[in-house]
């Protein structure tokens, strides 16, 4: 998707999709479709949804309800997505009040309370991106772009494509300023997790989404923050699957 993928671009793509769900399935029915998505999603418009621009404002559901139409769809956060999978399948298999955090583009959480995903009174529950820390947005810091931003604030030197990705290789390659910046990222990361103990209480804390990738960079800084508390953190279990198997598992009750 994107920040230029447009509503237009949906219905297309949805329709190339049931296209090939037709051709696979044979004589089959298809149960359900599930989506997750990043932003609010409340069963109307999609809102806050500040990494996909042109589809906020947009029913998701309607959209591809209309390429699929005898198809039951639903629609869901996609951190809840993923905590649901990890929830259900990985890494908190077995868990009933546990909740996910998704740390990429963005930093998404899922909150998983009683074996069921909780969604709050609209449909706001785990949107931590916007608590505040040292005045901004924790998002500002534990986030792609934030580790970037750490980087360069403790002497690295910016250049064009220098992403998180970049920045973990050269941390492995012993470059100081990259090293410095990770061990930030793992404390801010840890004062979220704080949060989320403090406030939920939850068995287990499932740590996912392409920044887990480094999770040795970090993992040292966080598990120093938690005292305790770190036997509480786990890493995700299922990849970059999790958000399609929580996004089909919405339809598994």
């Known amino acids: 998707t994107g920040p230029a993928f447009t509503p237009a ?15 696979g ?23 806050q949804a ?22 039951p769809v639903r629609v869901e956060n996609d951190a809840r997505c993923f905590t649901l999978a990890e929830a259900r399948y990985g890494a908190a298999r077995g868990a009933k009040d546990a909740c996910g955090l998704a740390l990429g583009t963005g930093v998404g959480c899922g909150v998983m309370v009683g074996g069921r995903l909780h969604r709050g009174a609209s449909a706001q ?32 030197r910016g250049e064009d494509g220098l992403d998180a990705a970049k920045v973990a290789a050269k941390a492995r390659a012993n470059d100081a300023a990259a090293i410095t910046a990770w061990r930030s990222f793992g404390e801010d990361l840890g004062f979220l997790c704080e949060a989320i103990l403090a406030l939920l209480d939850p068995e287990l804390i499932v740590i996912g989404g392409s920044l887990a990738r480094a999770s040795d960079l ?15 953190i786990v890493e995700a279990q299922l990849g970059a699957a999790a958000g399609v198997i929580g996004a089909a598992a919405l339809n598994i009750d």
């Open 218 to 232: 970090f993992r040292p800084a966080l598990h120093a923050r938690l005292g305790t508390y770190a036997s509480r």
């Open 125 to 156: 529950a785990g949107e931590v991106w916007h608590i505040q820390l040292r005045g901004q947005s924790v998002e500002h810091f534990v986030a792609g772009a934030g580790i970037v931003r750490g980087y360069v604030a403790a002497g690295g």
């Open 9 to 23: 671009d949906l219905e297309r793509h949805t329709r190339e999709l049931a296209g090939r769900i037709a051709r």
């Open 25 to 47: 399935m044979n004589t089959h029915a298809v149960a359900g479709l599930g989506v997750g998505a990043a932003g609010v999603v409340t069963g109307g418009p999609l809102t």
């Open 50 to 71: 500040p990494h996909l621009p042109r589809i906020e404002g947009t029913n998701v559901a309607e959209i591809m309800a209309r390429a699929m139409p005898d198809c």
